[in-house]
């Protein structure tokens, strides 16, 4: 690699592991604030913040350009799927720490692996099977199932990482047709419009100041989160940011700590590090065979 690449991985990387720290931040804000407020009303600031400024940032250089598809239904799943991970995202914050969340949802790569795979009709190497096994063997650890410490809402981000795995599916779909900023544009507007159609039902008027911030910083860290994702993948190759972006796993644990002053316990620290360790391998690998372009999940 010569000295110009080096420098622009080296970039890259920097962007992708300060993406992972908005993020981390987004999830610990999310689970303070949602204690006292309801979930849907959560989410729709945090999506109508991201759409509002997206629409500035865009609009001025691109105008009514922005709007052109050629995939309306698609961009309308998208939205959809994108919905349901924000409400099972948003709730399972609401029941369980910030690290532990953030490490069951990074499964993502590895299902989206197998349902890649499974509907390419592909043969799965057995290295690929053992890293999927790993993750799961790690998620177990995680939740324990039939320990004191299980509670049905952990179930709640492995729904999330299949929706997930769903929305990053048909994104690189679209990816092939699609302007990647028409597709954001796009999806924060139809997240903002649907969760609006739902709002009269669970409406709650923040009547606190500090929670008034706490939204606006949920709005602000999704989208400059999604913005230092662009400069990276601008700057490195997927191959070679994937495995940072486990790096929300640490970030999350340090504001569940700061914030909440949690720490997971050993056999925890165990079961995410066997995720992170199995998810970066078994994502690299799938970036490395070109089966599918991996994105971190977006919630």
């Known amino acids: 690699m010569n000295p110009t690449h080096r420098h622009a991985s080296l970039q890259g990387i920097g962007f992708a592991v300060l993406a992972t720290a908005c993020f981390a931040t987004l999830d610990t804000t999310t689970r303070h604030v949602s204690a006292g407020l309801s979930v849907l009303v959560a989410l729709w600031f945090r999506y109508v913040i991201q759409a509002l400024i997206t629409t500035i940032v865009v609009w001025p250089g691109r105008g009514s350009q922005v709007l052109r598809t050629r995939n309306p239904r698609f961009q309308l799943a998208r939205g959809l799927l994108l ?15 910030v690290g532990e969340f953030t ?18 009709k592909e043969s799965i190497r057995p290295l690929r099977w053992l890293l999927v096994l790993g ?25 999330l990482v299949l929706a997930n795995a769903g929305f990053q599916i048909l994104t690189s779909h679209m990816s092939k047709t699609e302007d ?51 400069l990276a993948y601008g700057r490195a190759p997927a191959a070679t940011l994937t495995p940072y972006m486990y790096a929300q796993i640490g970030f999350g644990v340090l ?16 079961g995410m590090g066997l995720i ?10 799938t970036v490395r065979e070109n089966r599918i ?7």
């Open 83 to 97: 919905l349901a991970c924000g409400v099972l995202a948003f709730t399972s914050l609401k029941y369980m720490p």
């Open 103 to 120: 490490a069951i949802s990074l499964l993502s790569p590895l299902v989206i692996t197998l349902l890649s795979a499974w509907m390419l």
């Open 135 to 159: 993750g799961f063997v790690g998620t177990l650890v995680i939740i324990r199932p039939g320990s004191h410490e299980f509670d049905w809402t952990l179930a709640l981000p492995l729904l």
């Open 180 to 230: 990647p900023i028409t597709t954001h544009f796009y999806t924060g507007w139809i997240v903002t419009v649907l969760a609006s159609l739902m709002l009269p039902f669970v409406w709650q008027m923040p009547t606190d100041g500090v929670v008034w911030l706490q939204l606006l910083l949920m709005g602000l860290m999704g989208t400059v989160g999604h913005f230092f994702l662009i």
């Open 255 to 270: 504001g569940g700590w700061i914030v909440f002053n949690h720490l997971p316990d050993q056999w925890t620290f165990v």
């Open 276 to 285: 992170a360790l199995c998810g970066a391998l078994g994502a690299w690998l």
């Open 293 to 299: 372009s991996i994105q971190p999940p977006e919630t």
